[in-house]
C-alpha cells in the first residue's frame, strides 16, 4: 500500500516541493514561528535548516487549507513532524471506528460527541495524508486506499451509533449492543470510489442503503420504511454538516432506485424487483464498484451477490454499451466538456480525463463480466491489469492507461488539497496553476503542462479507438439517402458504385427498415441504430461476392429477429464483424438461423483472443465453469448449458468458417464441448436424483460415447450416442433417500434424466438428441446397463458390427474405478483373436446391407458413397478386429478414424493404400463439418449459396467447384478400391 511505510516526513527528498512565492514563503514562515512558541517540535523544525523544513514550509505556501489546519491544531503538525504517519494513521482509523462507543463511564456519546470525534479523525487524516502525499511517502495508491478506509470507519462507526440510540429509544431491538450491526438486517453499500476503495482527497461518498425488515430488530416490520429513513437523514447530518470541527465527508444517497421517488433507505425486496425488472445500464455499470462497508456486512454480501445476475447478464445485452456510451456524451454536454486543455480543463469528466479511463475498463466489464468472473474486480487498475490477462487489451494499453490513471489522480488530489474543495477543474489563472505543477513536483507550468497534455492525448487516443466511432449518412463514394416514397437518383448511383447490381431493390429493402415494418426495426432505439449502421454495413455488403444476394439474405434474417437493437448495437460497436456476418449471410444459411434465434451467440464475438485461442478442452472447460458459477438451481444449470453449448458450437463454427481452425480441429472441439456439457449434465442430474432417492450403496456410473463421440468426430449438428453404465453393492436393496428405488429403477430414472437433461426441449432450446441404440440389445434392452451385463453381452453375446462400434468406445465421464472396469472390458474384447474370414464377410456383408436400404443420394452424399466416408470407417473398425489375429494389437479406443488407420494401417496395408484412405478422410472430413455447419440437409452446387461453394472450394484446396467434382470421383473411387482389397471376403 505506502511507498515508504516505515517512514516519516524527515525522509523527504531535496528540493522536492517549491514554494509558491516568496510573499507565501514569508506568510507561511511567520505562521511556523507563531506556532514554535507553542510547540517544541515545531521551534526545532525552524531552527534546522535543510530539505525537511524547506518542504514543510513550501507545503504550508501551496496549500492555504493545510496552513488552516496546522494553525488551528498546531498538535497535528508537530505529530507530523515527529512520528512515523503509518501507525498515527491507523490510529484515527481506529478511533473514527470507536465513535460511537461509550467512554470509560459506560455511557454512550451523544450525537454530537459522535460527529466531534469524526471530525477531529478526519482532520487530523487529512492533514497527515496530504503530506505523505506530497512528499512521494504515500503514491496515489495509498492515498486513495486510505481515505477509503476512513470513510468506511466512520460510515460504520455512524451507522452503530444510530441503530444503538434507535435501540435504546426502543424503536428497535436489538440483537447485540455490543455489535449493533450484526444481525440487524441494514446494509450500507458503498459505490464508485468508495466501493473501489480510490476515493480521491476531498471526494463525495457515494452510498446507497437498504434494509431486510424480516431480520427481526424491529417490534413491527410494517415500521421499517419509517424508521431506516429517518436513521438516514439522521446518517447525512452525521456526516456532512459543518461544526466548528469541519465536516467528515460530504454523503450522497441519489444512486438508489428511483431517488425522487423513493425514500433514503428501502427494503431489500423491493430493491431486487427494481433491479430485475426496471434497474437501468447506468447502475449496472455502478454496481461493478460496489462494496459493503457498514450495517450488517454479511447480509449486505449476499444482496450484492443476488444482483450479479442483474450487473453481470449471462449474455449481454449489447444496446448496454451504448447507453453506458450516451451518459458519457450526455456528462459531455452537461459539464462543458470539450478540447484538451490545461487551464480550467476538467481531470475527471473532461476529454482525455479520469472518467474515460473508468468508462473503458467499465464497459468491457459490462461485456465480459458474465463470461468471466475475473474480471468483475472492483479497482480500476486491477481491471486493466484483468483485461490484459483477458487478451482484451495489450500490455501497452494497460500499462499506458493504468499510468495515465494514477497521475491524473495525483492532480486530481492536489486540485483539491489546496482549498479542500470537491473539484476537478484546473486553475484558469497562471499563479494558480503554478501552484499545481508544484505540488506534483514540477519546476514550473510549461513542463507540467506539457506532461498534462500528453497525459491527457493518451487516454483520449485510447478512448477513442473503444467508442468514438462516428457513421455519417454521406460517404466517400456518395449520397446514402432512404426517406420518403421514391428512390433517390444519387443514392442509386451510390449503390451502384458500391457494387450492387439491382440498386433500386437494394433501396427498397432499406426503405422498409427504416419503417419498421419488422418487429426487429420497430422500437425508435433500433432504426436508429441501423440507421448509424446502414453505410457501413453496405460497404462491406458491396465488396462481397454476390452482394445483392447477401444483402437479401440478411433482410430475410432480419425480419425474423424478435427484436434488433441487440444485433445493431454489436455491429455497430465493432465494425469488424461485419465482414463476418456477410460471411454468414453468403454461405451458411444455417448459423444465420441460429443467431436470429439467439441473437445472444454472437457475445463471444467480442472477445479478442477468439481467433488467437484454440478451442480445447482445458479453454473450453475453464469457460463452462465461469458460465456455471452462478447458477443455483437443476433448471438453471440445464438452461446455462444450452446457452453455453449454443455459444461455443456457433464460435467454434466461425472460427471454421474463418480458416482459423480445419475440419478435424473442429471435429475434437465439437467433441470435447459435448463431453464436457455430458459430464456437467450428469453431474446435475446424480444430485437431483440424490436429493429425491438418495444415494444408491456402492452406486457408481460412467458414461461411454460411441460414433462419432468416441472418436472426436462430432460435427456441428450431431447427435450424441451414449451408453450409461452402473454398478452397485450386490447386498444393497434399495437406495438411502425418502423415496427409496431398487438398482434397475435408480440407475434408469438416472438415464431417463440425463437423456432429458441432453435433449428436452426449453426455453434455451436443445443441447443433443442423444442415441441409445448401440446399447447391448440396442433399443429392446434396459436404457441404463450393468457392468456386469455389458462385459458378459460383449464377451458373448455381441455381433461383429458391435464389436466394429467399440472400437470407437470411448469413457467420457464418471466414476473413475468405473471407467477403469469398462476401458478394461472394451481393451479385453478388442484384444480377443477373431476369424478373418467371418469379420470380412460381416463386414462386406453390413456395407451391401447400407448400400441397399439407404443408397447415396448423390455425388455430395459423403457418407454414403462408395468409397466415402463409411468405407473408410469400415476399413479401420475391420482392421482393429482382426489385429489381435495378425498379431497387432494396437488400442485405437479414444482415436479418430484417420489415427486408427495410421496406427493400424501401416502393419496391415500398403502404405499406398493408407495414404489414399488418410487423404480421403481429410478431404471428407473437411467438407463435411463445413456443410453441416452451414445448411441442412444435402448439399447440391446448383442450389448452394454462394459463399458456400467459395468455401468448399477452399477446404478442397480446388480453384472451383468443378475441379472439386473431380477430386470427390477420384478419391471415392481409389477409397472403394481399398475397401474392396483389404475386406476380401
Same mark, same amino acid.
Given at each position: 500500500?505506502?511507498?515508504?511505510?516505515?517512514?516519516?516526513?524527515?525522509?523527504?527528498?531535496?528540493?522536492?516541493?517549491?514554494?509558491?512565492?516568496?510573499?507565501? !514563503?514569508?506568510?507561511?514562515?511567520?505562521?511556523?514561528?507563531?506556532?514554535?512558541?507553542?510547540?517544541?517540535?515545531?521551534?526545532?523544525?525552524?531552527?534546522?535548516?535543510?530539505?525537511?523544513?524547506?518542504?514543510?514550509?513550501?507545503?504550508?505556501?501551496?496549500?492555504?487549507?493545510?496552513?488552516?489546519?496546522?494553525?488551528?491544531?498546531?498538535?497535528?503538525?508537530?505529530?507530523?513532524?515527529?512520528?512515523?504517519?503509518?501507525?498515527?494513521?491507523?490510529?484515527?482509523?481506529?478511533?473514527?471506528?470507536?465513535?460511537?462507543?461509550?467512554?470509560?463511564?459506560?455511557?454512550?456519546?451523544?450525537?454530537?460527541?459522535?460527529?466531534?470525534?469524526?471530525?477531529?479523525?478526519?482532520?487530523?487524516?487529512?492533514?497527515?495524508?496530504?503530506?505523505?502525499?506530497?512528499?512521494?511517502?504515500?503514491?496515489?495508491?495509498?492515498?486513495?486506499?486510505?481515505?477509503?478506509?476512513?470513510?468506511?470507519?466512520?460510515?460504520?462507526?455512524?451507522?452503530?451509533?444510530?441503530?444503538?440510540?434507535? /435501540?435504546?429509544?426502543?424503536?428497535?431491538?436489538?440483537?447485540?449492543?455490543?455489535?449493533?450491526?450484526?444481525?440487524?438486517? !441494514?446494509?450500507?453499500?458503498?459505490?464508485?470510489?468508495?466501493?473501489?476503495?480510490?476515493?480521491?482527497?476531498?471526494?463525495?461518498?457515494?452510498?446507497?442503503?437498504?434494509?431486510?425488515?424480516?431480520?427481526?430488530?424491529?417490534?413491527?416490520?410494517?415500521?421499517?420504511?419509517?424508521?431506516?429513513?429517518?436513521?438516514?437523514?439522521?446518517?447525512?447530518?452525521?456526516?456532512?454538516? *459543518?461544526?466548528?470541527?469541519?465536516?467528515?465527508?460530504?454523503? +450522497?444517497?441519489?444512486?438508489?432506485?428511483?431517488?425522487?421517488?423513493?425514500?433514503?433507505?428501502?427494503?431489500?425486496?423491493?430493491?431486487?424487483?427494481?433491479?430485475?425488472?426496471?434497474?437501468?445500464?447506468?447502475?449496472?455499470?455502478?454496481?461493478?464498484?460496489? *462494496?459493503?462497508?457498514?450495517?450488517?456486512?454479511?447480509?449486505?454480501?449476499?444482496?450484492?451477490?443476488?444482483?450479479?445476475?442483474?450487473?453481470?447478464?449471462?449474455? !449481454?445485452?449489447?444496446?448496454? =454499451?451504448?447507453?453506458?456510451?450516451?451518459?458519457?456524451?450526455?456528462?459531455?454536454? /452537461?459539464?462543458? /466538456?470539450?478540447?484538451?486543455?490545461?487551464?480550467?480543463?476538467?481531470?475527471?469528466?473532461?476529454?482525455?480525463?479520469?472518467?474515460?479511463?473508468?468508462?473503458?475498463?467499465?464497459?468491457?466489464?459490462?461485456?465480459?463480466?458474465?463470461?468471466?468472473?475475473?474480471?468483475?474486480?472492483?479497482?480500476?487498475?486491477? &481491471?486493466?491489469?484483468?483485461?490484459?490477462?483477458?487478451?482484451?487489451?495489450?500490455?501497452?494499453? *494497460?500499462?499506458?492507461?493504468?499510468?495515465?490513471?494514477?497521475?491524473?489522480?495525483?492532480?486530481?488530489?492536489?486540485?483539491?488539497?489546496?482549498?479542500?474543495?470537491?473539484?476537478?477543474?484546473?486553475?484558469? &489563472?497562471?499563479?494558480?496553476?503554478?501552484?499545481?505543477?508544484?505540488?506534483?513536483?514540477?519546476?514550473?507550468?510549461?513542463?507540467?503542462?506539457?506532461? %498534462?497534455?500528453?497525459?491527457?492525448?493518451?487516454?483520449?487516443?485510447?478512448?477513442?479507438?473503444?467508442?468514438?466511432?462516428?457513421?455519417?449518412?454521406?460517404?466517400?463514394?456518395?449520397?446514402?439517402?432512404?426517406?420518403?416514397?421514391?428512390?433517390?437518383?444519387?443514392?442509386?448511383?451510390?449503390?451502384?458504385?458500391?457494387?450492387?447490381?439491382?440498386?433500386?431493390?437494394?433501396?427498397?429493402?432499406?426503405?422498409?427498415?427504416?419503417?419498421?415494418?419488422?418487429?426487429?426495426?420497430?422500437?425508435?432505439?433500433?432504426?436508429?441504430? !441501423?440507421?448509424?449502421?446502414?453505410?457501413?454495413?453496405?460497404?462491406?455488403?458491396?465488396?462481397?461476392?454476390?452482394?445483392?444476394?447477401?444483402?437479401?439474405?440478411?433482410?430475410?434474417?432480419?425480419?425474423?429477429?424478435?427484436?434488433?437493437?441487440?444485433?445493431?448495437?454489436?455491429?455497430?460497436?465493432?465494425?469488424?464483424?461485419?465482414?463476418?456476418?456477410?460471411?454468414?449471410?453468403?454461405?451458411?444459411?444455417?448459423?444465420?438461423?441460429?443467431?436470429?434465434?439467439?441473437?445472444?451467440?454472437?457475445?463471444?464475438?467480442?472477445?479478442?483472443?477468439?481467433?488467437?485461442?484454440?478451442?480445447?478442452?482445458?479453454?473450453?472447460?475453464?469457460?463452462?465453469?465461469?458460465?456455471?458459477?452462478?447458477?443455483?438451481?437443476?433448471?438453471?444449470?440445464?438452461?446455462?448449458?444450452?446457452?453455453?453449448?449454443?455459444?461455443?458450437?456457433?464460435?467454434?463454427?466461425?472460427?471454421?468458417?474463418?480458416?482459423?481452425?480445419?475440419?478435424?480441429?473442429?471435429?475434437?472441439?465439437?467433441? /470435447?464441448?459435448?463431453?464436457?456439457?455430458?459430464?456437467?449434465?450428469?453431474?446435475?442430474?446424480?444430485?437431483?436424483?440424490?436429493?429425491?432417492?438418495?444415494?444408491?450403496?456402492?452406486?457408481?456410473?460412467?458414461?461411454?460415447?460411441?460414433?462419432?463421440?468416441?472418436?472426436?468426430?462430432?460435427?456441428?449438428?450431431?447427435?450424441?450416442?451414449?451408453?450409461?453404465?452402473?454398478?452397485?453393492?450386490?447386498?444393497?436393496?434399495?437406495?438411502?433417500?425418502?423415496?427409496?428405488? +431398487?438398482?434397475?429403477?435408480?440407475?434408469?430414472?438416472?438415464?431417463?434424466?440425463?437423456?432429458?437433461?441432453?435433449?428436452?426441449?426449453?426455453?434455451?432450446?436443445?443441447?443433443?438428441?442423444?442415441?441409445?441404440?448401440?446399447?447391448?440389445?440396442?433399443?429392446?434392452?434396459?436404457?441404463?446397463?450393468?457392468?456386469?451385463?455389458?462385459?458378459?453381452?460383449?464377451?458373448?453375446?455381441?455381433?461383429?458390427?458391435?464389436?466394429?462400434?467399440?472400437?470407437?468406445?470411448?469413457?467420457?465421464?464418471?466414476?473413475?474405478?468405473?471407467?477403469?472396469?469398462?476401458?478394461?472390458?472394451?481393451?479385453?474384447?478388442?484384444?480377443?483373436?477373431?476369424?478373418?474370414?467371418?469379420?470380412?464377410?460381416?463386414?462386406?456383408?453390413?456395407?451391401?446391407?447400407?448400400?441397399?436400404?439407404?443408397?447415396?443420394?448423390?455425388?455430395?452424399?459423403?457418407?454414403?458413397?462408395?468409397?466415402?466416408?463409411?468405407?473408410?470407417?469400415? =476399413?479401420?473398425?475391420?482392421?482393429?478386429?482382426?489385429?489381435?489375429?495378425?498379431?497387432?494389437?494396437?488400442?485405437?479406443?479414444?482415436?479418430?478414424?484417420?489415427?486408427?488407420?495410421?496406427?493400424?494401417?501401416?502393419?496391415?496395408?500398403?502404405?499406398?493404400?493408407?495414404?489414399?484412405?488418410?487423404?480421403?478422410?481429410?478431404?471428407?472430413?473437411?467438407?463435411?463439418?463445413?456443410?453441416?455447419?452451414?445448411?441442412?440437409?444435402?448439399?447440391?452446387?446448383?442450389?448452394?449459396?454462394?459463399?458456400?461453394?467459395?468455401?468448399?472450394?477452399?477446404?478442397?484446396?480446388?480453384?472451383?467447384?468443378? &475441379? %472439386?467434382?473431380?477430386?470427390?470421383?477420384?478419391?471415392?473411387?481409389?477409397? *472403394?478400391?481399398?475397401?474392396?482389397?483389404?475386406?476380401?471376403?
Amino acid at each position: 500500500m505506502l511507498t515508504k511505510s516505515k517512514h516519516s516526513l524527515k525522509d523527504v527528498a531535496d528540493g522536492l516541493l517549491k514554494p509558491l512565492s516568496k510573499t507565501e !514563503l514569508k506568510l507561511a514562515l511567520s505562521d511556523l514561528q507563531k506556532i514554535g512558541k507553542t510547540e517544541a517540535a515545531v521551534g526545532e523544525l525552524l531552527n534546522a535548516e535543510g530539505p525537511f523544513r524547506d518542504f514543510i514550509t513550501a507545503a504550508l505556501t501551496l496549500s492555504p487549507y493545510l496552513r488552516d489546519i496546522a494553525n488551528i491544531d498546531p498538535s497535528i503538525l508537530c505529530a507530523a513532524i515527529v512520528d512515523p504517519l503509518e501507525p498515527q494513521i491507523e490510529t484515527l482509523i481506529a478511533q473514527a471506528r470507536d465513535a460511537w462507543r461509550p467512554a470509560g463511564d459506560g455511557v454512550p456519546p451523544s450525537e454530537a460527541e459522535v460527529m466531534s470525534r469524526l471530525r477531529i479523525a478526519k482532520r487530523k487524516m487529512a492533514f497527515l495524508v496530504a503530506l505523505a502525499d506530497l512528499a512521494r511517502i504515500f503514491d496515489a495508491r495509498a492515498t486513495t486506499a486510505w481515505l477509503s478506509r476512513l470513510a468506511e470507519a466512520s460510515v460504520a462507526a455512524a451507522i452503530d451509533h444510530l441503530l444503538l440510540a434507535a /435501540h435504546e429509544s426502543r424503536k428497535l431491538r436489538l440483537k447485540d449492543i455490543a455489535r449493533p450491526s450484526e444481525g440487524s438486517g !441494514l446494509i450500507v453499500i458503498g459505490m464508485g470510489k468508495l466501493g473501489a476503495s480510490e476515493l480521491n482527497y476531498s471526494s463525495d461518498i457515494d452510498v446507497v442503503v437498504f434494509f431486510d425488515e424480516q431480520a427481526g430488530i424491529l417490534p413491527d416490520p410494517e415500521d421499517a420504511i419509517d424508521v431506516f429513513p429517518r436513521l438516514m437523514r439522521r446518517l447525512v447530518r452525521i456526516m456532512q454538516e *459543518r461544526t466548528a470541527d469541519g465536516y467528515v465527508f460530504r454523503t +450522497d444517497l441519489r444512486l438508489r432506485p428511483d431517488p425522487g421517488s423513493t425514500p433514503l433507505a428501502i427494503s431489500v425486496d423491493a430493491a431486487m424487483i427494481y433491479y430485475e425488472g426496471r434497474g437501468q445500464n447506468w447502475e449496472r455499470a455502478a454496481f461493478i464498484k460496489a *462494496r459493503a462497508v457498514a450495517g450488517d456486512i454479511p447480509a449486505g454480501e449476499e444482496f450484492l451477490r443476488g444482483l450479479v445476475p442483474f450487473v453481470f447478464r449471462k449474455y !449481454l445485452d449489447y444496446a448496454a =454499451i451504448a447507453d453506458i456510451h450516451s451518459i458519457k456524451r450526455q456528462i459531455h454536454a /452537461h459539464k462543458g /466538456h470539450g478540447a484538451i486543455a490545461v487551464k480550467g480543463h476538467n481531470v475527471k469528466l473532461g476529454r482525455g480525463g479520469i472518467r474515460e479511463i473508468e468508462f473503458f475498463a467499465q464497459t468491457q466489464q459490462l461485456i465480459a463480466g458474465g463470461r468471466m468472473p475475473v474480471l468483475r474486480s472492483r479497482s480500476t487498475e486491477e &481491471t486493466l491489469a484483468e483485461l490484459t490477462r483477458a487478451k482484451w487489451i495489450d500490455e501497452e494499453t *494497460r500499462d499506458e492507461l493504468t499510468e495515465a490513471y494514477w497521475f491524473l489522480r495525483d492532480v486530481e488530489h492536489r486540485i483539491q488539497m489546496v482549498r479542500d474543495e470537491q473539484t476537478h477543474l484546473l486553475p484558469e &489563472t497562471e499563479a494558480d496553476l503554478k501552484r499545481i505543477a508544484f505540488m506534483m513536483g514540477f519546476s514550473d507550468t510549461p513542463s507540467f503542462s506539457e506532461r %498534462l497534455v500528453e497525459v491527457f492525448r493518451t487516454v483520449e487516443r485510447r478512448y477513442a479507438r473503444l467508442f468514438e466511432q462516428e457513421t455519417r449518412l454521406s460517404t466517400e463514394t456518395g449520397n446514402l439517402v432512404f426517406t420518403g416514397q421514391n428512390d433517390d437518383p444519387d443514392t442509386l448511383n451510390t449503390l451502384k458504385k458500391m457494387g450492387f447490381e439491382r440498386p433500386s431493390d437494394i433501396s427498397r429493402v432499406i426503405r422498409t427498415w427504416h419503417y419498421g415494418r419488422y418487429k426487429a426495426t420497430q422500437s425508435v432505439e433500433a432504426r436508429e441504430r !441501423l440507421t448509424e449502421l446502414t453505410p457501413q454495413l453496405l460497404r462491406v455488403f458491396g465488396e462481397s461476392k454476390r452482394a445483392d444476394e447477401a444483402i437479401l439474405r440478411f433482410d430475410s434474417f432480419i425480419s425474423g429477429l424478435p427484436a434488433g437493437i441487440q444485433l445493431f448495437s454489436l455491429l455497430g460497436s465493432n465494425p469488424a464483424l461485419l465482414s463476418l456476418i456477410v460471411n454468414i449471410m453468403s454461405a451458411a444459411p444455417k448459423l444465420a438461423e441460429v443467431i436470429a434465434a439467439k441473437p445472444h451467440v454472437f457475445d463471444g464475438m467480442l472477445d479478442p483472443g477468439l481467433m488467437a485461442e484454440l478451442p480445447t478442452r482445458d479453454y473450453l472447460a475453464e469457460r463452462l465453469r465461469g458460465s456455471l458459477q452462478q447458477a443455483r438451481y437443476y433448471e438453471e444449470i440445464l438452461d446455462r448449458l444450452r446457452i453455453f453449448a449454443s455459444e461455443q458450437r456457433f464460435l467454434i463454427g466461425i472460427r471454421l468458417l474463418t480458416g482459423t481452425i480445419n475440419g478435424a480441429m473442429a471435429a475434437r472441439a465439437f467433441t /470435447h464441448l459435448a463431453d464436457l456439457i455430458i459430464e456437467a449434465a450428469l453431474k446435475a442430474v446424480i444430485g437431483e436424483i440424490e436429493a429425491v432417492h438418495g444415494t444408491f450403496p456402492g452406486g457408481r456410473v460412467a458414461v461411454a460415447g460411441m460414433g462419432k463421440l468416441g472418436s472426436f468426430e462430432l460435427t456441428a449438428g450431431s447427435d450424441v450416442d451414449v451408453i450409461l453404465l452402473y454398478d452397485y453393492e450386490e447386498t444393497a436393496g434399495e437406495s438411502d433417500g425418502a423415496k427409496p428405488l +431398487d438398482a434397475v429403477r435408480y440407475f434408469t430414472r438416472i438415464t431417463q434424466r440425463l437423456i432429458a437433461a441432453l435433449s428436452a426441449p426449453t426455453g434455451e432450446g436443445v443441447l443433443y438428441e442423444v442415441d441409445l441404440r448401440l446399447r447391448p440389445s440396442g433399443n429392446k434392452g434396459p436404457v441404463a446397463t450393468r457392468i456386469s451385463s455389458f462385459g458378459k453381452y460383449q464377451r458373448e453375446e455381441a455381433w461383429t458390427w458391435e464389436h466394429m462400434a467399440l472400437s470407437r468406445a470411448r469413457l467420457i465421464c464418471g466414476d473413475g474405478s468405473l471407467v477403469a472396469e469398462a476401458e478394461h472390458i472394451v481393451g479385453e474384447v478388442l484384444s480377443k483373436s477373431r476369424e478373418i474370414d467371418k469379420v470380412a464377410h460381416d463386414v462386406a456383408e453390413m456395407r451391401e446391407l447400407i448400400e441397399k436400404e439407404k443408397p447415396p443420394a448423390g455425388l455430395w452424399d459423403l457418407k454414403l458413397i462408395p468409397g466415402g466416408v463409411i468405407d473408410i470407417e469400415f =476399413i479401420a473398425q475391420f482392421l482393429a478386429l482382426i489385429g489381435p489375429a495378425k498379431g497387432v494389437d494396437a488400442k485405437v479406443n479414444g482415436l479418430n478414424t484417420g489415427e486408427a488407420l495410421k496406427l493400424l494401417g501401416g502393419r496391415l496395408m500398403t502404405a499406398a493404400d493408407v495414404d489414399t484412405c488418410i487423404e480421403g478422410f481429410a478431404l471428407y472430413t473437411e467438407l463435411s463439418q463445413l456443410i453441416r455447419l452451414c445448411i441442412d440437409g444435402m448439399f447440391d452446387p446448383k442450389d448452394a449459396p454462394a459463399g458456400l461453394i467459395d468455401l468448399v472450394c477452399r477446404a478442397g484446396d480446388c480453384p472451383d467447384i468443378k &475441379t %472439386l467434382e473431380g477430386e470427390v470421383k477420384r478419391l471415392s473411387k481409389a477409397v *472403394r478400391k481399398v475397401f474392396l482389397s483389404v475386406v476380401r471376403t
